[in-house]
Protein backbone atom coordinates (compact mmCIF):
# COMPACT_ATOMS: atom_id res chain seq x y z
CA UNK A 1 0.00 0.00 0.00
CA UNK A 2 1.10 3.34 -1.17
CA UNK A 3 -0.77 6.73 0.17
CA UNK A 4 1.12 9.63 -1.46
CA UNK A 5 -1.42 12.31 0.38
CA UNK A 6 -2.32 11.95 3.75
CA UNK A 7 -5.92 13.50 3.40
CA UNK A 8 -6.79 10.17 1.27
CA UNK A 9 -7.25 6.67 1.41
CA UNK A 10 -6.30 6.89 -2.20
CA UNK A 11 -3.33 4.02 -2.61
CA UNK A 12 -1.20 4.40 -5.71
CA UNK A 13 -0.68 0.81 -6.45
CA UNK A 14 -4.43 0.72 -7.09
CA UNK A 15 -5.55 1.74 -10.81
CA UNK A 16 -7.04 6.12 -11.08
CA UNK A 17 -10.46 6.58 -12.37
CA UNK A 18 -10.02 8.53 -15.92
CA UNK A 19 -13.79 9.64 -15.91
CA UNK A 20 -16.77 9.73 -14.09
CA UNK A 21 -20.18 9.89 -14.99
CA UNK A 22 -22.66 11.29 -12.57
CA UNK A 23 -26.39 11.37 -11.94
CA UNK A 24 -27.48 13.59 -9.14
CA UNK A 25 -30.93 13.87 -8.10
CA UNK A 26 -31.46 17.18 -5.54
CA UNK A 27 -34.17 16.68 -3.07
CA UNK A 28 -34.78 20.15 -1.36
CA UNK A 29 -37.57 18.54 1.06
CA UNK A 30 -34.80 15.65 2.52
CA UNK A 31 -31.89 18.30 2.30
CA UNK A 32 -29.64 15.24 0.16
CA UNK A 33 -28.80 14.21 -3.41
CA UNK A 34 -29.62 10.63 -4.85
CA UNK A 35 -26.45 9.84 -6.68
CA UNK A 36 -24.99 7.31 -9.00
CA UNK A 37 -21.39 7.53 -9.88
CA UNK A 38 -19.53 5.41 -12.88
CA UNK A 39 -16.14 5.68 -12.26
CA UNK A 40 -14.65 4.73 -15.31
CA UNK A 41 -10.48 3.25 -15.73
CA UNK A 42 -10.12 3.25 -19.54
CA UNK A 43 -8.43 0.09 -19.23
CA UNK A 44 -9.41 -3.48 -17.58
CA UNK A 45 -8.93 -3.82 -14.10
CA UNK A 46 -9.61 -6.00 -11.32
CA UNK A 47 -9.27 -6.56 -7.05
CA UNK A 48 -9.16 -4.22 -4.18
CA UNK A 49 -10.11 -0.71 -4.57
CA UNK A 50 -10.19 1.86 -2.12
CA UNK A 51 -12.31 4.98 -2.53
CA UNK A 52 -13.14 8.39 -0.18
CA UNK A 53 -16.20 8.54 1.41
CA UNK A 54 -17.72 10.92 4.19
CA UNK A 55 -21.21 10.49 5.62
CA UNK A 56 -22.33 8.42 2.45
CA UNK A 57 -25.05 5.92 2.78
CA UNK A 58 -24.06 3.39 0.08
CA UNK A 59 -26.92 1.56 -1.28
CA UNK A 60 -25.47 -0.49 -3.63
CA UNK A 61 -22.43 -1.10 -6.02
CA UNK A 62 -21.93 -3.00 -9.94
CA UNK A 63 -19.49 -3.85 -12.06
CA UNK A 64 -22.27 -3.64 -15.23
CA UNK A 65 -22.10 -6.69 -17.39
CA UNK A 66 -20.79 -8.66 -14.44
CA UNK A 67 -23.41 -7.58 -11.30
CA UNK A 68 -23.09 -6.36 -7.99
CA UNK A 69 -20.04 -6.91 -5.92
CA UNK A 70 -18.58 -7.09 -2.43
CA UNK A 71 -18.18 -4.05 -0.87
CA UNK A 72 -17.02 -2.54 2.94
CA UNK A 73 -17.03 0.76 4.50
CA UNK A 74 -14.29 1.10 7.17
CA UNK A 75 -14.56 2.63 11.01
CA UNK A 76 -14.61 6.16 10.13
CA UNK A 77 -11.84 8.44 10.53
CA UNK A 78 -13.08 12.49 12.03
CA UNK A 79 -10.91 14.10 9.12
CA UNK A 80 -10.71 11.21 6.52
CA UNK A 81 -14.30 10.10 6.69
CA UNK A 82 -14.29 6.20 6.12
CA UNK A 83 -12.30 3.98 3.69
CA UNK A 84 -14.75 2.28 1.25
CA UNK A 85 -13.43 -0.55 0.43
CA UNK A 86 -14.64 -2.73 -3.09
CA UNK A 87 -13.26 -5.91 -4.20
CA UNK A 88 -13.51 -6.14 -7.83
CA UNK A 89 -14.03 -8.71 -10.51
CA UNK A 90 -10.84 -9.01 -13.14
CA UNK A 91 -12.08 -7.75 -16.47
CA UNK A 92 -13.06 -4.52 -14.71
CA UNK A 93 -13.54 -1.33 -16.92
CA UNK A 94 -15.89 0.66 -14.92
CA UNK A 95 -17.77 0.71 -11.46
CA UNK A 96 -20.81 1.86 -10.88
CA UNK A 97 -22.30 3.13 -6.93
CA UNK A 98 -25.18 4.05 -5.62
CA UNK A 99 -25.59 6.35 -2.57
CA UNK A 100 -27.07 9.18 -0.85
CA UNK A 101 -25.55 12.08 0.93
CA UNK A 102 -25.68 12.50 4.31
CA UNK A 103 -27.36 15.13 6.78
CA UNK A 104 -23.86 16.85 7.43
CA UNK A 105 -22.24 16.48 4.42
CA UNK A 106 -19.58 19.37 4.50
CA UNK A 107 -19.47 19.92 0.66
CA UNK A 108 -23.24 21.14 0.45
CA UNK A 109 -25.17 23.87 1.83
CA UNK A 110 -28.50 24.01 1.59
CA UNK A 111 -30.17 27.18 1.60
CA UNK A 112 -33.74 28.12 2.77
CA UNK A 113 -35.38 30.66 0.65
CA UNK A 114 -35.30 33.37 3.20
CA UNK A 115 -31.57 33.08 2.65
CA UNK A 116 -32.00 34.24 -0.64
CA UNK A 117 -31.90 37.51 -2.29
CA UNK A 118 -35.59 36.62 -3.99
CA UNK A 119 -36.74 34.12 -0.73
CA UNK A 120 -38.50 32.46 -3.44
CA UNK A 121 -37.08 29.22 -3.72
CA UNK A 122 -34.33 27.17 -1.66
CA UNK A 123 -30.79 27.04 -2.64
CA UNK A 124 -28.11 24.70 -2.61
CA UNK A 125 -24.33 24.74 -3.79
CA UNK A 126 -20.92 22.31 -2.88
CA UNK A 127 -17.78 23.51 -1.77
CA UNK A 128 -15.41 20.36 -2.18
CA UNK A 129 -11.57 21.90 -1.55
CA UNK A 130 -10.19 21.05 0.46
CA UNK A 131 -11.58 17.10 0.94
CA UNK A 132 -15.13 17.64 1.06
CA UNK A 133 -16.02 16.07 -2.26
CA UNK A 134 -16.14 12.71 -1.01
CA UNK A 135 -19.20 13.92 1.34
CA UNK A 136 -20.69 14.33 -2.54
CA UNK A 137 -19.39 11.68 -4.59
CA UNK A 138 -17.28 8.42 -3.69
CA UNK A 139 -14.14 8.73 -5.40
CA UNK A 140 -10.50 8.64 -5.25
CA UNK A 141 -10.65 12.14 -3.30
CA UNK A 142 -7.18 13.32 -3.95
CA UNK A 143 -5.46 15.79 -6.53
CA UNK A 144 -3.17 13.11 -7.57
CA UNK A 145 -5.77 11.54 -9.36
CA UNK A 146 -7.35 13.96 -12.01
CA UNK A 147 -10.97 13.19 -13.66
CA UNK A 148 -12.79 14.01 -16.75
CA UNK A 149 -16.13 14.16 -16.09
CA UNK A 150 -20.29 14.40 -17.42
CA UNK A 151 -23.22 14.93 -14.96
CA UNK A 152 -27.00 14.39 -15.35
CA UNK A 153 -28.99 16.26 -12.70
CA UNK A 154 -32.27 16.37 -11.58
CA UNK A 155 -33.57 19.51 -9.92
CA UNK A 156 -37.49 20.63 -9.47
CA UNK A 157 -39.11 22.87 -12.15
CA UNK A 158 -37.97 26.13 -12.60
CA UNK A 159 -34.81 26.11 -10.70
CA UNK A 160 -31.22 26.00 -12.74
CA UNK A 161 -28.60 23.86 -12.07
CA UNK A 162 -24.69 24.98 -12.93
CA UNK A 163 -21.85 23.32 -12.32
CA UNK A 164 -18.03 22.88 -12.99
CA UNK A 165 -18.24 22.16 -16.93
CA UNK A 166 -19.42 22.82 -19.78
CA UNK A 167 -23.85 23.09 -20.18
CA UNK A 168 -24.42 19.84 -22.68
CA UNK A 169 -28.45 20.11 -22.64
CA UNK A 170 -31.49 20.41 -20.58
CA UNK A 171 -35.11 19.04 -20.70
CA UNK A 172 -38.27 18.51 -19.02
CA UNK A 173 -38.59 14.79 -16.91
CA UNK A 174 -42.01 13.38 -17.60
CA UNK A 175 -42.24 13.61 -13.26
CA UNK A 176 -42.22 17.59 -13.54
CA UNK A 177 -38.59 18.15 -12.60
CA UNK A 178 -35.93 19.04 -15.05
CA UNK A 179 -32.79 17.51 -16.02
CA UNK A 180 -29.65 19.40 -16.91
CA UNK A 181 -26.27 17.89 -18.80
CA UNK A 182 -23.19 18.88 -18.03
CA UNK A 183 -19.64 17.74 -19.65
CA UNK A 184 -16.22 18.51 -18.72
CA UNK A 185 -13.65 17.06 -21.08
CA UNK A 186 -10.53 17.78 -19.43
CA UNK A 187 -9.40 15.86 -16.33
CA UNK A 188 -9.57 17.78 -13.34
CA UNK A 189 -8.57 17.17 -9.39
CA UNK A 190 -11.79 15.96 -7.39
CA UNK A 191 -11.93 19.38 -5.66
CA UNK A 192 -13.21 21.05 -8.45
CA UNK A 193 -16.69 19.42 -8.58
CA UNK A 194 -18.88 21.78 -8.23
CA UNK A 195 -22.59 22.19 -8.37
CA UNK A 196 -24.94 25.19 -7.86
CA UNK A 197 -29.11 24.92 -8.19
CA UNK A 198 -31.49 27.53 -7.62
CA UNK A 199 -33.51 30.66 -9.45
CA UNK A 200 -30.40 31.73 -11.46
CA UNK A 201 -30.72 34.32 -14.19
CA UNK A 202 -27.68 34.94 -16.63
CA UNK A 203 -26.22 37.74 -18.92
CA UNK A 204 -23.34 37.28 -20.84
CA UNK A 205 -20.16 39.83 -20.86
CA UNK A 206 -18.34 38.74 -23.73
CA UNK A 207 -18.62 35.42 -26.16
CA UNK A 208 -17.13 33.36 -23.58
CA UNK A 209 -17.74 34.41 -20.24
CA UNK A 210 -20.82 34.70 -18.56
CA UNK A 211 -22.20 35.73 -14.92
CA UNK A 212 -25.30 34.05 -12.98
CA UNK A 213 -26.86 35.17 -9.88
CA UNK A 214 -30.58 35.26 -8.92
CA UNK A 215 -32.36 37.48 -11.21
CA UNK A 216 -32.36 40.09 -8.44
CA UNK A 217 -28.41 40.42 -8.73
CA UNK A 218 -28.02 39.37 -12.00
CA UNK A 219 -27.68 42.99 -13.41
CA UNK A 220 -25.73 44.44 -10.63
CA UNK A 221 -23.08 41.04 -11.32
CA UNK A 222 -23.08 42.01 -14.87
CA UNK A 223 -22.38 45.69 -14.32
CA UNK A 224 -19.18 45.01 -11.53
CA UNK A 225 -17.67 42.05 -13.76
CA UNK A 226 -18.01 43.90 -17.21
CA UNK A 227 -14.38 44.19 -17.65
CA UNK A 228 -14.06 40.67 -17.12
CA UNK A 229 -13.05 39.69 -20.94
CA UNK A 230 -10.18 42.27 -20.45
CA UNK A 231 -8.75 40.60 -17.40
CA UNK A 232 -8.87 37.10 -19.31
CA UNK A 233 -7.07 38.58 -22.18
CA UNK A 234 -4.45 40.33 -20.24
CA UNK A 235 -4.01 36.68 -18.16
CA UNK A 236 -3.81 35.23 -21.59
CA UNK A 237 -0.82 37.71 -22.63
CA UNK A 238 1.13 36.53 -19.16
CA UNK A 239 0.49 32.96 -19.24
CA UNK A 240 -0.33 31.46 -22.55
CA UNK A 241 -3.93 30.53 -24.01
CA UNK A 242 -6.92 30.46 -21.79
CA UNK A 243 -7.00 26.40 -21.15
CA UNK A 244 -10.84 25.61 -20.52
CA UNK A 245 -12.68 27.29 -23.46
CA UNK A 246 -15.28 29.15 -21.31
CA UNK A 247 -15.15 31.66 -18.24
CA UNK A 248 -18.19 32.04 -16.42
CA UNK A 249 -18.97 33.17 -12.35
CA UNK A 250 -21.77 32.41 -10.60
CA UNK A 251 -22.27 35.12 -7.59
CA UNK A 252 -24.27 32.71 -4.43
CA UNK A 253 -26.17 34.22 -1.70
CA UNK A 254 -24.09 35.73 0.99
CA UNK A 255 -23.25 32.60 3.37
CA UNK A 256 -20.92 31.53 1.12
CA UNK A 257 -18.05 30.53 2.85
CA UNK A 258 -15.21 31.99 0.56
CA UNK A 259 -15.07 35.02 -1.05
CA UNK A 260 -13.73 33.25 -4.41
CA UNK A 261 -13.60 29.40 -5.80
CA UNK A 262 -12.10 28.45 -8.78
CA UNK A 263 -14.62 25.91 -9.93
CA UNK A 264 -13.07 25.73 -13.66
CA UNK A 265 -15.71 27.03 -16.42
CA UNK A 266 -17.93 28.51 -13.53
CA UNK A 267 -15.87 30.23 -10.62
CA UNK A 268 -17.77 30.98 -7.75
CA UNK A 269 -18.17 33.86 -6.24
CA UNK A 270 -19.56 35.92 -2.89
CA UNK A 271 -22.23 38.35 -3.12
CA UNK A 272 -19.73 40.97 -1.05
CA UNK A 273 -17.93 41.33 -4.15
CA UNK A 274 -20.46 43.77 -5.39
CA UNK A 275 -19.54 46.92 -4.11
CA UNK A 276 -20.95 48.81 -6.59
CA UNK A 277 -17.95 50.43 -7.82
CA UNK A 278 -16.06 47.94 -9.27
CA UNK A 279 -13.17 47.89 -6.59
CA UNK A 280 -13.15 44.47 -5.54
CA UNK A 281 -12.42 42.35 -8.82
CA UNK A 282 -8.91 41.48 -7.52
CA UNK A 283 -10.75 38.41 -6.43
CA UNK A 284 -11.80 37.50 -9.73
CA UNK A 285 -8.33 37.99 -10.88
CA UNK A 286 -7.38 35.55 -8.39
CA UNK A 287 -9.42 33.27 -9.44
CA UNK A 288 -9.26 33.73 -12.99
CA UNK A 289 -5.60 33.19 -11.97
CA UNK A 290 -6.07 29.88 -10.77
CA UNK A 291 -7.38 28.76 -14.45
CA UNK A 292 -3.40 28.17 -14.96
CA UNK A 293 -2.05 28.10 -11.38
CA UNK A 294 -3.68 25.41 -9.82
CA UNK A 295 -6.52 24.38 -12.26
CA UNK A 296 -4.13 23.36 -15.08
CA UNK A 297 -1.04 23.04 -12.64
CA UNK A 298 -1.70 21.29 -9.51
CA UNK A 299 -1.18 20.99 -6.07
CA UNK A 300 -0.40 17.02 -5.64
CA UNK A 301 -2.01 17.39 -1.76
CA UNK A 302 -2.72 19.96 0.51
CA UNK A 303 0.76 19.50 2.07
CA UNK A 304 1.53 21.88 -1.39
CA UNK A 305 -1.52 24.09 -1.15
CA UNK A 306 1.44 27.14 -1.66
CA UNK A 307 2.38 25.59 -5.49
CA UNK A 308 -1.81 26.66 -5.75
CA UNK A 309 -2.34 30.03 -4.09
CA UNK A 310 0.94 31.06 -4.10
CA UNK A 311 1.53 31.67 -7.10
CA UNK A 312 -2.04 32.43 -8.00
CA UNK A 313 -1.70 35.41 -5.48
CA UNK A 314 1.64 36.38 -7.30
CA UNK A 315 -0.52 36.42 -11.04
CA UNK A 316 -3.29 37.91 -9.63
CA UNK A 317 -0.68 40.57 -8.75
CA UNK A 318 0.79 40.30 -12.06
CA UNK A 319 -2.29 41.21 -13.60
CA UNK A 320 -3.24 43.68 -11.56
CA UNK A 321 -0.24 45.32 -12.21
CA UNK A 322 -1.03 45.49 -15.81
CA UNK A 323 -4.60 47.04 -15.60
CA UNK A 324 -4.24 48.86 -12.70
CA UNK A 325 -0.36 50.23 -12.60
CA UNK A 326 2.30 49.51 -9.85
CA UNK A 327 0.83 51.74 -7.47
CA UNK A 328 -2.38 49.48 -7.73
CA UNK A 329 -0.11 46.12 -7.24
CA UNK A 330 1.72 47.69 -4.37
CA UNK A 331 -1.77 47.95 -2.35
CA UNK A 332 -2.26 44.32 -3.12
CA UNK A 333 1.28 43.28 -1.93
CA UNK A 334 0.18 45.83 1.38
CA UNK A 335 -3.19 44.02 2.04
CA UNK A 336 -1.15 40.76 1.54
CA UNK A 337 1.70 41.72 4.28
CA UNK A 338 -0.93 42.52 6.77
CA UNK A 339 -2.90 39.14 6.26
CA UNK A 340 0.48 37.33 6.38
CA UNK A 341 1.32 39.03 9.47
CA UNK A 342 -2.02 38.44 11.70
CA UNK A 343 -1.88 35.01 9.92
CA UNK A 344 2.04 34.56 12.02
CA UNK A 345 0.32 35.59 14.94
CA UNK A 346 -2.05 33.18 14.85
CA UNK A 347 -0.07 30.56 14.38
CA UNK A 348 2.69 31.53 17.08
CA UNK A 349 2.69 28.48 18.84
CA UNK A 350 2.21 26.54 15.69
CA UNK A 351 4.99 27.40 13.93
CA UNK A 352 4.86 23.95 11.71
CA UNK A 353 1.81 25.69 10.15
CA UNK A 354 3.20 28.78 9.40
CA UNK A 355 5.94 26.62 6.73
CA UNK A 356 5.08 26.40 2.75
CA UNK A 357 6.09 22.54 2.40
CA UNK A 358 3.69 21.41 5.04
CA UNK A 359 2.96 18.15 7.25
CA UNK A 360 -0.35 17.48 7.26
CA UNK A 361 -0.85 13.61 7.99
CA UNK A 362 -3.31 13.97 11.15
CA UNK A 363 -4.55 17.13 10.65
CA UNK A 364 -7.20 19.01 8.85
CA UNK A 365 -6.24 21.05 6.17
CA UNK A 366 -9.37 23.39 6.66
CA UNK A 367 -7.82 23.65 10.00
CA UNK A 368 -4.11 24.77 8.63
CA UNK A 369 -5.44 26.92 6.48
CA UNK A 370 -4.39 30.74 6.65
CA UNK A 371 -2.84 33.27 4.52
CA UNK A 372 0.48 31.83 4.55
CA UNK A 373 0.58 29.79 1.97
CA UNK A 374 -0.75 32.47 -0.33
CA UNK A 375 1.50 35.35 1.01
CA UNK A 376 4.57 33.67 2.04
CA UNK A 377 4.43 31.70 -1.19
CA UNK A 378 3.56 34.63 -3.17
CA UNK A 379 6.50 36.13 -2.01
CA UNK A 380 8.85 33.29 -2.44
CA UNK A 381 7.12 33.06 -6.30
CA UNK A 382 8.37 37.52 -6.37
CA UNK A 383 11.55 36.38 -4.71
CA UNK A 384 12.89 34.43 -7.91
CA UNK A 385 11.00 36.44 -10.11
CA UNK A 386 13.45 39.88 -8.99
CA UNK A 387 16.52 37.34 -9.32
CA UNK A 388 16.47 36.44 -12.66
CA UNK A 389 14.57 39.59 -14.25
CA UNK A 390 10.77 39.61 -15.23
CA UNK A 391 11.17 38.66 -18.78
CA UNK A 392 12.92 35.35 -18.17
CA UNK A 393 10.57 34.34 -15.05
CA UNK A 394 7.82 34.80 -17.69
CA UNK A 395 9.29 32.43 -20.14
CA UNK A 396 10.11 30.25 -17.30
CA UNK A 397 6.50 30.08 -16.17
CA UNK A 398 5.34 29.67 -19.67
CA UNK A 399 7.94 26.68 -19.81
CA UNK A 400 6.77 25.22 -16.44
CA UNK A 401 2.49 25.37 -17.16
CA UNK A 402 3.87 23.69 -20.65
CA UNK A 403 5.44 20.94 -18.55
CA UNK A 404 3.10 20.15 -16.11
CA UNK A 405 -0.45 21.10 -17.51
CA UNK A 406 -3.17 18.67 -16.62
CA UNK A 407 -1.02 17.19 -14.13
CA UNK A 408 -0.70 17.30 -10.08
CA UNK A 409 2.98 18.11 -8.56
CA UNK A 410 4.90 18.37 -5.21
CA UNK A 411 6.74 21.03 -4.38
CA UNK A 412 10.28 18.50 -4.86
CA UNK A 413 8.91 18.28 -8.53
CA UNK A 414 8.58 22.36 -8.72
CA UNK A 415 12.26 22.53 -7.43
CA UNK A 416 13.88 19.93 -9.83
CA UNK A 417 12.17 22.13 -12.74
CA UNK A 418 13.39 25.54 -11.31
CA UNK A 419 17.01 23.86 -10.44
CA UNK A 420 16.96 22.84 -14.31
CA UNK A 421 15.53 25.72 -15.76
CA UNK A 422 16.71 28.59 -13.50
CA UNK A 423 20.05 26.52 -12.06
CA UNK A 424 21.55 28.68 -8.78
CA UNK A 425 18.28 30.69 -8.12
CA UNK A 426 16.80 28.63 -5.45
CA UNK A 427 19.87 28.91 -3.63
CA UNK A 428 20.44 32.45 -4.09
CA UNK A 429 16.35 33.28 -2.41
CA UNK A 430 17.30 31.17 0.49
CA UNK A 431 14.32 28.82 -0.69
CA UNK A 432 14.76 27.10 1.98
CA UNK A 433 13.70 29.68 4.36
CA UNK A 434 10.62 29.55 2.76
CA UNK A 435 9.91 26.35 1.74
CA UNK A 436 11.15 24.50 5.34
CA UNK A 437 11.57 27.04 8.15
CA UNK A 438 8.56 29.00 9.99
CA UNK A 439 7.55 32.85 9.81
CA UNK A 440 8.76 35.33 7.03
CA UNK A 441 12.83 35.06 5.38
CA UNK A 442 14.17 38.77 6.40
CA UNK A 443 14.76 38.85 2.96
CA UNK A 444 11.80 38.48 1.54
CA UNK A 445 11.09 41.04 -1.22
CA UNK A 446 9.62 44.57 0.00
CA UNK A 447 6.99 46.11 -2.37
CA UNK A 448 6.85 49.97 -1.79
CA UNK A 449 5.30 53.39 -3.54
CA UNK A 450 5.43 56.65 -2.64
CA UNK A 451 1.46 56.43 -2.13
CA UNK A 452 2.14 53.62 0.13
CA UNK A 453 4.85 55.24 2.42
CA UNK A 454 2.32 57.87 2.61
CA UNK A 455 -0.74 55.69 4.25
CA UNK A 456 1.54 54.24 6.26
CA UNK A 457 3.25 57.13 7.55
CA UNK A 458 -0.15 59.16 8.58
CA UNK A 459 -1.52 56.08 9.78
CA UNK A 460 1.72 55.42 12.35
CA UNK A 461 1.38 59.06 13.30
CA UNK A 462 -2.64 58.59 14.17
CA UNK A 463 -1.52 58.75 18.16
CA UNK A 464 0.47 62.21 17.46
CA UNK A 465 -3.18 63.24 16.28
CA UNK A 466 -1.92 63.15 12.40
CA UNK A 467 -5.13 62.64 10.64
CA UNK A 468 -6.01 62.48 6.55
CA UNK A 469 -6.58 66.24 5.24
CA UNK A 470 -10.00 66.61 3.24
CA UNK A 471 -7.77 66.11 0.09
CA UNK A 472 -7.45 62.74 1.10
CA UNK A 473 -10.59 62.12 2.40
CA UNK A 474 -11.93 63.27 -0.82
CA UNK A 475 -9.51 61.68 -2.88
CA UNK A 476 -8.71 58.31 -2.15
CA UNK A 477 -9.38 54.97 -3.91
CA UNK A 478 -11.13 52.19 -1.58
CA UNK A 479 -7.65 50.43 -1.91
CA UNK A 480 -5.94 53.07 -0.26
CA UNK A 481 -8.09 53.96 2.51
CA UNK A 482 -8.56 50.18 3.14
CA UNK A 483 -4.80 50.14 3.37
CA UNK A 484 -5.03 53.03 5.61
CA UNK A 485 -7.43 51.57 8.61
CA UNK A 486 -5.32 48.42 8.24
CA UNK A 487 -2.37 50.76 9.56
CA UNK A 488 -4.06 52.49 11.86
CA UNK A 489 -3.75 51.39 15.46
CA UNK A 490 -5.68 48.68 17.10
CA UNK A 491 -6.69 50.47 19.65
CA UNK A 492 -8.53 53.19 19.07
CA UNK A 493 -10.63 55.76 21.34
CA UNK A 494 -14.83 56.26 21.29
CA UNK A 495 -13.83 59.71 19.94
CA UNK A 496 -11.16 58.07 16.95
CA UNK A 497 -13.92 55.97 15.98
CA UNK A 498 -16.26 58.90 16.05
CA UNK A 499 -14.15 60.68 13.71
CA UNK A 500 -12.84 58.20 11.29
CA UNK A 501 -16.81 57.55 10.96
CA UNK A 502 -18.07 60.86 10.75
CA UNK A 503 -15.08 61.76 7.86
CA UNK A 504 -15.50 58.52 6.23
CA UNK A 505 -19.16 57.80 5.76
CA UNK A 506 -17.24 54.14 7.06
CA UNK A 507 -20.74 52.51 8.45
CA UNK A 508 -22.82 53.16 5.05
CA UNK A 509 -19.90 51.29 2.84
CA UNK A 510 -20.81 48.59 0.32
CA UNK A 511 -17.17 47.75 -0.16
CA UNK A 512 -16.83 44.73 2.68
CA UNK A 513 -13.05 44.98 2.68
CA UNK A 514 -13.35 48.49 4.17
CA UNK A 515 -16.36 47.90 5.93
CA UNK A 516 -15.14 44.85 7.54
CA UNK A 517 -12.09 46.17 8.99
CA UNK A 518 -13.59 49.55 10.16
CA UNK A 519 -16.29 47.59 12.18
CA UNK A 520 -13.27 45.15 13.49
CA UNK A 521 -11.68 48.18 14.79
CA UNK A 522 -14.88 49.50 15.89
CA UNK A 523 -15.66 45.87 18.19
CA UNK A 524 -12.03 46.30 19.33
CA UNK A 525 -12.58 49.80 20.42
CA UNK A 526 -15.71 48.67 22.25
CA UNK A 527 -17.42 51.51 20.11
CA UNK A 528 -21.55 51.01 20.51
CA UNK A 529 -22.94 52.86 17.56
CA UNK A 530 -21.27 50.26 15.34
CA UNK A 531 -23.14 47.36 17.20
CA UNK A 532 -26.24 47.00 14.46
CA UNK A 533 -23.96 47.07 11.91
CA UNK A 534 -21.57 44.58 13.08
CA UNK A 535 -24.42 42.64 13.88
CA UNK A 536 -26.32 43.06 10.50
CA UNK A 537 -22.89 42.14 8.56
CA UNK A 538 -22.50 38.61 10.87
CA UNK A 539 -26.41 37.65 10.37
CA UNK A 540 -26.03 37.99 6.93
CA UNK A 541 -22.68 37.40 5.87
CA UNK A 542 -20.57 33.65 6.42
CA UNK A 543 -17.75 34.70 4.69
CA UNK A 544 -15.23 33.54 7.00
CA UNK A 545 -12.26 35.80 6.19
CA UNK A 546 -14.73 38.56 7.66
CA UNK A 547 -16.00 36.14 10.46
CA UNK A 548 -12.54 35.30 11.75
CA UNK A 549 -11.81 39.44 12.55
CA UNK A 550 -14.88 40.81 13.56
CA UNK A 551 -15.82 37.85 16.14
CA UNK A 552 -12.21 38.06 17.26
CA UNK A 553 -12.08 41.71 17.98
CA UNK A 554 -16.15 41.34 19.82
CA UNK A 555 -14.00 39.34 22.25
CA UNK A 556 -11.64 41.68 23.72
CA UNK A 557 -14.41 43.66 26.03
CA UNK A 558 -17.61 42.06 27.70
CA UNK A 559 -20.46 43.42 26.02
CA UNK A 560 -18.49 42.49 22.79
CA UNK A 561 -18.85 38.83 24.11
CA UNK A 562 -22.23 39.12 25.25
CA UNK A 563 -23.12 40.30 21.18
CA UNK A 564 -20.93 38.22 19.63
CA UNK A 565 -22.68 35.26 21.50
CA UNK A 566 -25.76 36.62 21.00
CA UNK A 567 -25.55 37.30 17.09
CA UNK A 568 -24.27 33.56 17.02
CA UNK A 569 -26.83 32.09 18.54
CA UNK A 570 -29.10 34.02 15.45
CA UNK A 571 -26.94 33.29 12.52
CA UNK A 572 -25.40 29.80 13.34
CA UNK A 573 -28.26 27.42 11.36
CA UNK A 574 -27.57 29.73 8.54
CA UNK A 575 -24.01 29.89 8.03
CA UNK A 576 -21.82 26.92 6.28
CA UNK A 577 -21.01 23.93 8.53
CA UNK A 578 -17.40 25.04 7.69
CA UNK A 579 -17.93 28.90 9.09
CA UNK A 580 -19.81 27.54 12.03
CA UNK A 581 -16.82 25.16 13.08
CA UNK A 582 -14.96 28.39 12.32
CA UNK A 583 -16.65 30.86 14.97
CA UNK A 584 -17.29 28.05 17.10
CA UNK A 585 -13.35 28.16 17.91
CA UNK A 586 -13.18 31.17 18.28
CA UNK A 587 -15.96 31.75 20.49
CA UNK A 588 -14.39 28.77 22.75
CA UNK A 589 -11.22 31.60 23.36
CA UNK A 590 -13.19 33.58 25.02
CA UNK A 591 -11.78 34.56 28.87
CA UNK A 592 -15.72 33.88 30.22
N1 LIG B 1 -9.22 28.17 -3.64
C1 LIG B 1 -9.43 29.28 -2.79
C2 LIG B 1 -10.54 29.09 -1.81
C3 LIG B 1 -10.36 27.91 -0.88
C4 LIG B 1 -9.16 27.69 -0.25
C5 LIG B 1 -11.41 27.08 -0.62
C6 LIG B 1 -9.01 26.61 0.59
C7 LIG B 1 -11.26 26.02 0.22
C8 LIG B 1 -10.06 25.78 0.84
C9 LIG B 1 -9.70 30.55 -3.60
O1 LIG B 1 -8.99 30.63 -4.78
C10 LIG B 1 -9.25 31.71 -2.77
O2 LIG B 1 -8.10 31.77 -2.46
N2 LIG B 1 -10.14 32.63 -2.44
C11 LIG B 1 -9.81 33.83 -1.70
C12 LIG B 1 -9.68 34.97 -2.66
C13 LIG B 1 -8.56 35.92 -2.45
C14 LIG B 1 -7.23 35.36 -2.07
C15 LIG B 1 -8.46 36.92 -3.56
C16 LIG B 1 -10.95 34.09 -0.70
O3 LIG B 1 -11.88 33.30 -0.65
O4 LIG B 1 -10.88 35.05 0.03
ZN1 LIG C 1 -6.95 30.94 -4.49
Not at 202 to 224: G, I, K, M
Request: charged share 20%; aromatic share 10%.
Amino acid sequence: MRRPDPHSYYDASQPKARRLRLRLGVDFAAKRIEGEVILEFGQEIGGALHLDSKGLEILSVQVPGHGPVPWDLDAADAILGQRLCLDLPPGTFEVAISYRTGAEAMALQWLEPEQTEGKLAPYLFSQCQQIHARTMVPCQDTPVVRVAYQAEVTVPEGLTAVMSAGPAGDEATADGRHVFRFTMPQPIPSYLLALAVGRLACRDLSPRARVWAEPELVEAAAWEFAGVEDMITKAEGLFGPYPWDRYDMLVLPPSFPYGGMENPRMTFLTPTLLAGDRSLVDVVAHELAHSWTGNLVTNASMEHFWLNEGFTVWAERRILRILHGDDAAALGWAMGQKALEDSLARFKSEPHLTVLRMHLAGIDPDDAFSSIPYEKGARLVAALEREVGEERFLRFIRDYMDAFRFTSITTEQFCSFVEAKLPGALETVNARAYLDQPGLPDTSPEFRSVQLDTLSVLAERWVEGARPSTHQIGSWKPAELQVYLQKLPRSLSQADCAWLDGHFQLMGRGNHEILVEWLTLAAAADYEPAFPRIREVLLRVGRMKYLRPLYGALGQHPRGRVLARAIFAAASPGYHGLSRRVVQSILATYPD
